[in-house]
């Protein structure tokens, strides 16, 4: 059985940082390129940042370069997302998920369609 399981969020005020986690399960996930996406109410599954298999390439949408890192742990089946400065418009909730990992083209994994493992997501509240 396939789980992608998120953690870590929580209620902070602007400029503050969190850790988020995301522990897979279920399938071979050194195999797999993950990524972290967003999702406010009433707003569209935004990306937010992608690590290939062995965690050497990266990207990162626009609006949290700099501020965010995004990590993996191979041994421990585990994705991070290391949270810096983080501002109101952060708000959201935030999903892991997992692709097929062969491909780490950009324009594939920046769009949520390609993924086919997904976590249910941990809300991140940042208070101005």
């Known amino acids: 059985q396939v789980q992608l399981v998120e953690s870590g969020g929580g209620l902070v005020q602007a400029g503050d940082s969190l850790r988020l986690s995301c522990a897979a399960s279920?399938?071979?996930?050194?195999?797999?390129?993950m990524g972290w996406f967003r999702q406010a109410p009433g707003k569209e599954r935004e990306f937010v940042a992608a690590?290939?298999?062995?965690?050497?390439?990266?990207y990162y949408a626009d609006t949290v370069k700099g501020r965010f890192t995004i990590s993996r742990d191979n041994d421990k089946s585990t994705v991070y997302l290391q949270m810096w400065f983080l501002e109101p418009p952060d708000t959201a909730v935030y999903l892991c998920?997992?692709?097929?990992?062969?491909?780490?083209?950009?324009?594939?994994?920046?769009?949520?369609?390609?993924?086919?493992?997904w976590g249910q997501g941990t809300q991140v509240t940042v208070s101005s």
């Open positions: 279920g399938f071979n996930f050194r195999t797999r390129n």
């Open positions: 998920a997992a692709t097929e990992g062969s491909d780490f083209s950009e324009w594939r994994v920046k769009r949520a369609e390609n993924y086919d493992y």
């Open positions: 690590t290939n298999r062995i965690g050497i390439s990266v």
